[in-house]
Nanobody
Framework: QVQLVESGGGLVQAGGSLRLSCVAS????????MGWYRQTPGKQRELVAQ???????NYADSVKGRFTISRDNAKNTVYLQMNSLKPEDTAVYYC?????????????WGQGTQVTVSS
């Protein structure tokens, strides 16, 4: 089990920046991958960025070059730095933890944080 608590969402103008934080209740070394997803009404939740235990990262094409995912293992925290924000980045952003165990894979989610980008 792992609990995730996000923070850092808010309202920002287009072109601005925000940094999201996600604090995990256990060591990041015990989690196979941490990620940020986002969802808008009527659409499926989509992967924005992911960082694996070996620090490999991957990004959605729509955010490459603008968003950066990083981790602070000492603080059990993952960040999403979002620059050059666009109105289409408006969504609820969710932190995700993926744990691969002997009997399967387990996904854990935070409560979500709203990001609104005004034009």
């Amino acid at each position: 089990q792992v609990q995730l608590v996000e923070s850092g969402g808010g309202l920002v103008q287009a072109g601005g920046s925000l940094r999201l934080s996600c604090v995990a209740s256990r060591s990041l070394f015990s989690i196979n991958a941490m990620g940020w997803y986002r969802q808008t009404p009527g659409k499926q939740r989509e992967l924005v960025a992911q960082i694996k235990s070996g620090s490999t990262t991957n990004y959605a094409d729509s955010v490459k070059g603008r968003f950066t995912i990083s981790r602070d293992n000492a603080k059990n925290t993952v960040y999403l730095q979002m620059n050059s924000l666009k109105p289409e980045d408006t969504a609820v952003y969710y932190c995700n933890a993926l744990i691969v165990a002997l009997y399967g894979e387990y996904d854990y989610w935070g409560q979500g944080t709203q990001v609104t980008v005004s034009s």
